[in-house]
């Protein structure tokens, strides 16, 4: 799976729990899309959204760096460094990740 394979992987997986934690259609969901202006996350869907994915990625979340997240696309490079792939979502995503 090349590079750009997963990066767009791992976008999908989180717009499908994003979706799901906030009720609303994928199609809204960009990389771009901040949670608080666009998606109108509040403190609690901020923290079901944070064990959501803890859920689907299979893995701790414990970094207070998550509690910052604004936009869908620092989240999917929080996952990705997470996953020891240190990139930036929107320009090189890794060749792999553990999920």
């Given at each position: 799976?090349?590079e ?44 079901s ?10 893995r ?11 936009t ?8 990705l ?14 060749t792999?990740?553990?999920?």
């Amino acid at each position: 799976m090349g590079e750009t394979d997963i990066g767009a992987e791992v976008f999908q997986r989180v717009r499908k729990v994003v979706a799901e934690v906030l009720k609303i259609g994928e199609d809204g969901i960009a990389l771009e899309s901040r949670y608080t202006e666009d998606l109108h996350l509040d403190s609690f869907d901020n923290l079901s959204l944070l064990m959501a994915l803890e859920d689907e990625f299979d893995r701790s979340i414990e970094d207070e760096g998550a509690l910052q997240l604004t936009t869908v696309g620092e989240t999917v490079d929080f996952i990705l460094r997470q996953a020891g792939q240190a990139v930036n979502a929107g320009v090189a995503p890794p060749t792999s990740i553990a999920s």
